[in-house]
């Protein structure tokens, strides 16, 4: 009567696992169901949000491109300035300038 009083209570404990891994299962597939519908709905919202900003994005980027070779030669001036006014030098280290070669001064004429 031992042996089937805890065949018995291992039967109900066996039971008992297989309901608790069947809600633990169901409870997985909800939980995966629910991250994989939030994470479409966000996929889709990037989606339509980067659809609105590119147009913009391709206008700055353009005016860039065009206006590219102009802020180089501004950035030179700017170097060059740095160059001959050293009280400038910090705010052109401050932004990661290089500072330009100064400017060799002209020459003395000789008289002849």
Known sequence: MNETASSSEIQGQIAALRRQSFTLLLALIIVSGTLTVFLYRQAS???RDIAA???QATQIIQA???NGQNIQNFV???SAF???HPDFQPILKKYGI???AAPAAPAPARKK
Do not use: I
Request: aromatic share 6%; charged share 20%.
């Open 98 to 100: 290089p500072l330009a």
């Open 76 to 78: 030179k001036e700017l």
């Open 53 to 55: 900003v590119k147009p």
């Open 45 to 47: 919202l990037t989606r």
């Open 82 to 84: 740095g160059a001959t």
């Open 64 to 66: 860039y491109t065009q």
